[in-house]
């Protein structure tokens, strides 16, 4: 390619198979390119590919080298019009692609806004609502875990947490897939989302409340309502869709690996222990492109030169040997070392890992309380995984449980 000798031999990721075994997959790339990947995105498009543990701490911990904003990126002028992953790579003025003192300032006001939700309420809501979405199917004595539970869990604590109006829920989780999915639907499903945040911005504004986007509008940064609505569609899709991966994720890591079926009747502690493993092995986000670099410089060899895209490779970098038999010999345990929230700067904002956990947490175990007998449907192997380069996901998981009946109407003051 065109200056760009060193993609010469580029692997071409939209029709690697990454989804089916990543493992096998990134141990392939690492014995074949090392830490850091040539790859070719759609319309190929060149960019880097870390999947090195080391080498992506290095990059996430040098924002003065790998920056944010995608407007630096050298290939914005080569990429058509139409390609289904240009929402990931557009610049807009949310706290996702804000840098410095501008970062600083939104961050801070997302920090705040998130920190003020009181963590034993949150466990009392999540509680609810997974009880209250369990009595949907509990009686049928079959439901598919992914569509009915782990999808619908996040989006219900979502929509209370950020006081949004129910009504949306449906076609809000539809279009944050789409944008997620960064298929052909995401061009549409964006102004949809967008509209909604805008509706929720103006609502909150007339009528605060005591929830996550009536403090964001409220705090001392003096965000716009075009900022709130920018940063808001961020959070909302990040909260949903990380939340319901590992919460579907963990469901499958219980139902198929020994050492957490056997502890399924009663076994709180594993479920702690499987969130963590489901970190390390099957991530919710798999990968992401995310940085640029700031001026030319050299990351395990390769020479990056200014404006290059490189995408983090969480799930490669978790699962690199050369880091994993060191950190969890025999299972992740307590070592929370991975990559999965990213790092540094830029990283996932806090305390929304310790808020995801608790909703993640908080879903399986209610789940294992209410179906005690629950288990795969189908065999293991035939469960399939959703072909994404971004996101972890399963395309569904169909269990089996004896019938119960549900707990009866719900108060949630």
Same mark, same amino acid.
Request: with cysteine; hydrophobic share 40%; charged share 25%.
């Given at each position: 390619?065109?200056?760009? &000798?060193?993609?010469? !031999?580029?692997?071409?990721?939209?029709?690697?198979?990454?989804?089916? =075994?990543?493992?096998?997959?990134?141990?392939?790339?690492?014995?074949?390119?090392?830490?850091?990947?040539?790859?070719?995105?759609?319309?190929?498009?060149? *960019?880097?590919?870390?999947?090195?543990?080391?080498?992506?701490?290095?990059?996430?911990?040098?924002?003065?080298?790998?920056?944010? =904003?995608?407007?630096?990126?050298?290939?914005?002028?080569?990429?058509?019009?139409?390609?289904?992953?240009?929402?990931?790579?557009?610049?807009?003025?949310?706290?996702?692609?804000?840098?410095?003192?501008?970062?600083?300032?939104?961050?801070?006001? %997302?920090? =705040?806004?998130? =920190?003020?939700?009181?963590?034993?309420?949150?466990?009392?809501?999540?509680?609810?609502?997974?009880?209250? %979405?369990?009595?949907?199917?509990?009686?049928?004595?079959? @439901? !598919?875990?992914?569509?009915?539970?782990?999808?619908?869990? &996040? *989006?219900?604590?979502?929509?209370?947490?950020?006081?949004?109006?129910?009504?949306?829920?449906? !076609?809000?989780?539809? /279009?944050?897939?789409?944008?997620? /999915?960064?298929?052909?639907?995401? @061009?549409?499903?964006?102004?949809?989302?967008?509209?909604?945040?805008?509706?929720? %911005? @103006?609502?909150?504004?007339?009528? &605060?409340?005591?929830?996550?986007?009536?403090?964001?509008?409220?705090? *001392?940064?003096?965000?716009?309502?075009?900022?709130?609505?920018? +940063?808001?569609?961020?959070?909302?899709?990040?909260?949903?869709?990380?939340?319901?991966?590992?919460?579907?994720?963990?469901?499958?890591?219980?139902?198929? /690996?020994?050492?957490?079926?056997?502890?399924?009747?009663?076994?709180?502690?594993?479920?702690?222990?499987?969130?963590?493993?489901?970190?390390?092995?099957? $991530?919710?986000?798999?990968?992401?492109?995310?940085?640029? @670099?700031?001026?030319?410089?050299?990351?395990?060899?390769?020479?990056?030169?200014?404006? +290059?895209?490189?995408?983090?490779?969480?799930?490669?970098?978790?699962? /690199?040997?050369?880091?994993?038999?060191?950190?969890?010999? *025999?299972?992740?345990?307590?070592?929370?070392?991975?990559?999965?929230?990213?790092?540094?700067?830029?990283?996932? &904002?806090?305390?929304?890992?310790?808020?995801?956990?608790?909703?993640?947490?908080?879903?399986?175990?209610?789940?294992? !309380?209410?179906?005690?007998?629950?288990?795969?449907?189908?065999?293991?192997?035939?469960?399939?995984?959703?072909?994404?380069?971004?996101?972890?996901?399963?395309?569904?998981?169909?269990?089996?449980?004896?019938? $119960?009946?549900?707990?009866?109407?719900?108060?949630?003051?």
């Amino acid at each position: 390619m065109e200056g760009y &000798p060193q993609h010469a !031999d580029a692997v071409r990721l939209p029709e690697a198979p990454i989804h089916d =075994d990543p493992a096998a997959f990134h141990n392939e790339l690492r014995r074949t390119y090392g830490p850091v990947v040539p790859v070719l995105l759609d319309a190929d498009v060149p *960019a880097w590919l870390v999947i090195g543990y080391r080498e992506l701490h290095y990059v996430t911990s040098q924002p003065q080298l790998f920056g944010r =904003d995608p407007r630096r990126w050298n290939m914005l002028d080569r990429l058509p019009g139409d390609w289904p992953a240009r929402l990931f790579v557009t610049w807009q003025p949310n706290l996702m692609y804000s840098e410095g003192e501008e970062r600083q300032r939104r961050g801070g006001a %997302v920090s =705040d806004a998130l =920190d003020a939700i009181e963590r034993t309420e949150l466990t009392r809501i999540c509680e609810l609502v997974a009880d209250l %979405v369990t009595d949907r199917f509990c009686g049928d004595g079959e @439901a !598919d875990l992914v569509a009915q539970y782990a999808q619908r869990i &996040p *989006a219900e604590i979502v929509t209370r947490l950020f006081g949004l109006p129910e009504v949306d829920l449906p !076609d809000l989780v539809q /279009d944050i897939h789409h944008l997620l /999915d960064g298929g052909k639907e995401a @061009a549409s499903a964006y102004p949809r989302v967008h509209a909604r945040m805008e509706r929720l %911005v @103006a609502l909150k504004r007339a009528r &605060p409340g005591h929830d996550v986007t009536s403090r964001l509008l409220a705090h *001392a940064a003096r965000l716009t309502d075009e900022e709130t609505v920018y +940063d808001l569609m961020v959070l909302v899709g990040a909260s949903h869709a990380g939340s319901a991966n590992w919460i579907g994720n963990t469901l499958r890591l219980m139902l198929v /690996d020994d050492h957490f079926s056997m502890t399924l009747q009663g076994g709180r502690s594993s479920v702690s222990e499987a969130l963590n493993e489901v970190l390390w092995k099957d $991530t919710p986000t798999m990968n992401m492109p995310s940085r640029f @670099a700031v001026r030319d410089c050299e990351v395990a060899g390769r020479r990056i030169r200014r404006g +290059d895209l490189v995408v983090l490779g969480f799930a490669a970098a978790n699962t /690199d040997p050369q880091v994993q038999p060191a950190a969890h010999p *025999a299972g992740s345990g307590a070592n929370r070392a991975h990559m999965s929230f990213s790092h540094g700067e830029y990283g996932c &904002p806090f305390p929304a890992p310790e808020l995801g956990e608790i909703i993640a947490k908080t879903a399986v175990e209610v789940l294992l !309380d209410r179906l005690p007998d629950v288990h795969l449907a189908v065999p293991p192997e035939s469960l399939r995984w959703r072909p994404s380069l971004w996101a972890r996901t399963l395309e569904s998981l169909p269990v089996l449980f004896t019938p $119960t009946a549900p707990v009866g109407k719900i108060s949630w003051h």
